[in-house]
């Protein structure tokens, strides 16, 4: 493999930043084009895991070991989960959001508070 020359070195990282830059640019158009729909996202782990708990254990009836494993993702970790078997609700926490389901009936299943 043959080196570059050094006259020639200069050029190319003056090319490669204008490359970075219009990168950057790019990057940042997309990030305030989709801003509604990125800011969004925090709460997608937490509120999904709430749901479909709630769901497993109080409208399907399966025990808490089953409904973990059924749910389980590896994307985003989850934070912390809370059982409130009484008042059939659960919290969980996750990327700093933490989100409430509780089972209503059978027909409706659960709602996120």
């Known amino acids: 493999m043959k080196l570059p020359k050094l006259s020639k070195l200069p050029k190319l990282l003056v090319l490669l930043g204008k490359l970075l830059g219009v990168v950057l ?35 399907e009836g399966r025990d808490q070991q089953h409904c973990e494993g059924f749910i389980r993702q590896d994307v985003v970790p989850i934070d912390e989960r809370s059982y409130d078997m009484e008042g059939k609700a659960v919290s969980v926490r996750a990327l700093w959001v933490e989100t409430r389901a509780h089972y209503v009936s059978p027909r409706a299943g659960c709602v996120i508070d």
């Open 25 to 59: 640019v790019l990057v940042a158009m997309f990030v305030a084009w989709n801003w509604s729909q990125l800011s969004a996202f925090p709460e997608l782990p937490s509120s999904y895991e709430a749901k479909e708990l709630c769901s497993c254990l109080f409208v």
